[in-house]
C-alpha cells in the first residue's frame, strides 16, 4: 500500500530546495556547499516520496544512490535521474568540510534541470495516484 500523505510531505518540502536551487545560480553569491547541499536533499525528498507513493520501505539515508536503486528496482525508468546522486557529499561532509579548492565548479543549470525534472515527475506521478 503507497503512503500518499508522506509522498505529499516530502514532495512539498523537496519543492522548496528546487526554488532554492532557480534562486542560487551565481556561485559568488552562493557556494557550491550550500548549492550542493540543497540538490542533494532535493533529490534525497523526491526519491523517499516516489517510493512511498509505490508503497516501497526506504531506509533514513542520505545516500541517493542506495535511494535510486532501491526506486529502480521497481520503476526502472528512473534511472534517468542518475545525474543526481553525485550530490550525495553535499549532505554532511561536504556541507561541514566545504568543498575542497580547485574542484571543478558544479554544474548549476544542469543540476536545477535535473531537479526540476524529478520533480515534476513525482507530482505528476502523485496528482495520478490522488485522482485514483
Known amino acids: 500500500m503507497n503512503d500518499l500523505k508522506q509522498a505529499r510531505a516530502l514532495l512539498e518540502a523537496a519543492g522548496f530546495d528546487v526554488s532554492a536551487l532557480r534562486g542560487m545560480s551565481d556561485a559568488a553569491v552562493f557556494a557550491d556547499a550550500v548549492f550542493g547541499f540543497h540538490a542533494q536533499q532535493a533529490a534525497e525528498k523526491l526519491f523517499k516520496s516516489w517510493l512511498a507513493l509505490l508503497g516501497a520501505v526506504y531506509p533514513l539515508t ?53 531537479a526540476e525534472a524529478l520533480l515534476e515527475e513525482v507530482r505528476r506521478r502523485l496528482t495520478d495516484a490522488e485522482n485514483t
Open 62 to 114: 542520505h545516500d541517493l544512490e542506495e535511494l535510486l536503486e532501491l526506486l529502480v528496482a521497481r520503476e526502472p525508468g528512473a534511472t534517468r535521474f542518475d545525474g543526481l546522486i553525485g550530490y550525495t557529499p553535499y549532505a554532511v561532509q561536504l556541507r561541514y568540510a566545504g568543498v575542497v579548492p580547485g574542484a571543478v565548479p558544479l554544474d548549476r543549470e544542469t543540476a536545477t534541470a535535473h
